[in-house]
């Protein structure tokens, strides 16, 4: 499991990216793949990275 801070979120699209050193591109997420209440920027997460067409992809993604 990987760890990173939201970096960017979009509450209209319910989509963002996170910061995390373990990978060298921000890490886009769905509110889908999330659950609850909307994310805000800083908030902390623990999630897997999988390998997207469109880039690195977060799975699995858990609040802190």
């Not at 920027?41 to 390998?51: A, C, K, S």
């Amino acid at each position: 499991m990987s760890n990173g801070k939201v970096d960017f979120f979009n509450d209209t699209g319910g989509y963002g990216f996170i910061s995390t050193e373990d990978s060298d591109e921000d890490v886009f997420f769905h509110m889908e793949d999330v659950g609850g209440e909307d994310l805000t920027e800083g908030t902390e997460l623990e999630f897997e990275i999988e390998d997207a067409p469109k880039g690195p992809r977060a799975t699995n993604v858990v609040r802190n």
